[in-house]
């Protein structure tokens, strides 16, 4: 699959799935499903108010857990050939200690994104402070964080293949 078939972001599921959405496309009814399930925006458009969400989330399920030092929307970072956020450590020295900063970016399109996108993605870079490699726990921990994360992950996925497909999205 090339990275510019949009049905790249679906591949691992199971074909019973891919067909039920190939269908949905077929039908052109990929944005109808989208707009039904998620009809609420967020109004959150600067690094400042995306800093307070993640911060609100981090404190209601992972008090135990250092804040990240920074937190914003990042507009270089590509779906898929990159990634949809990113958790980055930096280590510095500074005189005889050593300085460790955490930044989550998250990719600006979801500034247009559905509210339980954003809060999809924002969880799993949470999780990471935690779970650093995509394994059963670290999904366990995002279970944890957001019951229907699977669930979410998956319809973002969709989300972006409609932008993709340049389907009329939310």
Aim: aromatic letters at 8%; one cysteine or more; hydrophobic letters at 40%.
């Amino acid at each position: 699959m090339s990275q510019s078939d949009p049905f790249r972001y679906i591949a691992h599921y199971t074909p019973e799935l891919q067909q039920q959405i190939s269908a949905l496309v077929a039908a052109n009814q990929l944005n109808d499903y989208l707009h039904q399930r998620y009809p609420n925006k967020h109004d959150i458009r600067s690094d400042a108010q995306l800093y307070q969400y993640v911060k609100n989330i981090k404190q209601q399920s992972m008090r135990q857990v250092k804040m990240p030092d920074r937190v914003g929307f990042d507009a270089q970072l590509k779906r898929v050939e990159q990634a949809l956020g990113i958790n980055r450590l930096t280590t510095r020295q500074h005189g005889g200690q050593l300085k460790t900063k955490v930044e989550i970016r998250i990719a600006s399109l979801f500034q247009d994104a559905p509210a339980d996108f954003l809060q999809m993605i924002v969880v799993h870079e949470l999780a990471h402070l935690k779970q650093r490699e995509h394994d059963k726990a670290f999904y366990r921990l995002c279970q944890h964080l957001l019951p229907n994360y699977h669930q979410l992950e998956l319809d973002t996925r969709l989300w972006l293949m409609a932008r993709e497909l340049a389907v009329e999205v939310l």
